[in-house]
């Protein structure tokens, strides 16, 4: 049996996760199936060149299932596969974590700290940049 250098092994099991958007498709993927439509309302700011370049590349990966049925329009669903439920409680944790600290945790929210108290505008006693612009 050939043996592979660690290194080699992680990266490659962490490359499928490491461009921006298919973090993303794999947390919309891990309760259900989900149609293309359904995906791309779920996740803010992606679009539909970029949904169906990563769904390809986690299909090719072996992360993602798809179905097309022969339907008219064409009804297309994604999956996880089972290698990429075991993922699930990697995805638990996170999920964990971002409740933990204050992360939105809802499809539609997107990562962002709680406010601190005494940040550097608050300190200075500037209005903040989006108090300034509802003058």
Do not use: C
């Not at 592979?4 to 962490?14: E, L, Q, T």
């Not at 769904?55 to 089972?82: C, F, H, I, Q, S």
């Not at 995805?91 to 940040?119: I, N, V």
């Amino acid at each position: 049996m050939q043996r592979r250098p660690v290194g080699a092994i992680s990266s490659r099991a962490v490359g499928a996760g490491r461009e921006k958007w298919k973090g993303d498709i794999l947390w919309q993927l891990v309760e259900r199936k989900r149609r293309f439509g359904e995906l791309r309302q779920s996740i803010p700011g992606v679009t539909q060149h970029m949904l169906t370049t990563q769904l390809r590349d986690l299909e090719a990966n072996g992360l993602v299932k798809r179905t097309v049925y022969p339907e008219v329009p064409p009804r297309v669903e994604y999956e996880m596969t089972p290698s990429a439920k075991a993922l699930k409680p990697v995805f638990d944790e996170l999920y964990r974590w971002a409740q933990e600290h204050g992360f939105p945790t809802s499809a539609q929210g997107t990562a962002q700290p709680k406010p601190q108290s005494g940040d550097i505008a608050e300190r200075e006693g500037r209005p903040r940049k989006a108090d300034r612009r509802s003058r």
